[in-house]
């Protein structure tokens, strides 16, 4: 049925809009075969476990994968332990981004600011390592102790949430919480450092300069996050003035 409804759409290029399409590996597998003839483009979410696997890399490139988002969410790997994701291993990451790369397929990643053990050096310290390992995107957000969930449970406990505004709980504009080693002001602002310098033309020229993938759409896809910063920005100050 997938096959089909793909196969019915006009347009090149696809987005699975799945959480984890590599999280029944041989559904993956028997769904990028029948996709082969369809000489479509697509991307996917997955996590790092299937960019571990060589015939999944395989298979997905053979049927049109041009490019993969995976949630690195950090380079600190207590903060990854501590957050219950330890199948992410800091150690390993260009060596599987390399991995990505050498079947043609991109990598976005998502990375997150504001876990207890991010200090002031977190924000340029992440950009130098996404940087040296020629990741191809990034989204960026601020850490969200969202209502019900053990990270807003053992903040609260502590005292340390500082908004109950729902509409703040977004990871872009606002910090909620007391963050460990900062002020929240200090997070916001590294935060907005570190996505306006990963999008510098310069850091740009660096990361794709060691990917080398799909040059002539990931020059555009990198060029089009840089500009959109500037909207954000006029959105964010926006937002600020109907909040006050």
Known sequence: EV?????????????????????????AKALFRALIPLKKWWTSQTTMASIRDDEFLQLAAESGCKA??????SIYQPSLDGANKSHNQVQNYRRLIER???????IQAGVMF?????????????????????LDNATISLMVPYPGTPAYLKLHAAGRIIDDNWRHYNGKTHVVYQPKQM???AL?????????QFYSPGHIF??????????????????????GLT??????????????
């Open 68 to 73: 993969l988002f995976v949630g690195l969410e």
């Open 206 to 227: 660096k990361r794709l300069s060691i990917s080398q993938i799909g040059l002539w759409w990931n020059i555009p896809r990198n060029l089009g996050y840089m500009f």
């Open 100 to 106: 990505a790369h050498s079947h043609e397929i991109a």
């Open 3 to 27: 096959v089909a409804e793909v196969g019915s759409i006009s347009n090149q290029g696809i987005v699975f809009w799945d959480d984890n399409i590599g999280a029944n590996p041989r559904y």
């Open 231 to 244: 909207g954000e920005v006029r959105s964010r100050a926006a937002m600020h003035e109907v909040d006050n």
């Open 183 to 185: 002020t929240p002001e």
């Open 114 to 134: 504001g876990f207890d053990g991010d200090d002031r050096d977190v924000f340029a310290r992440t950009v130098d390592t996404l940087g040296d390992i020629g």
């Open 188 to 196: 916001l602002a590294g935060y907005e450092w570190a996505k306006t």
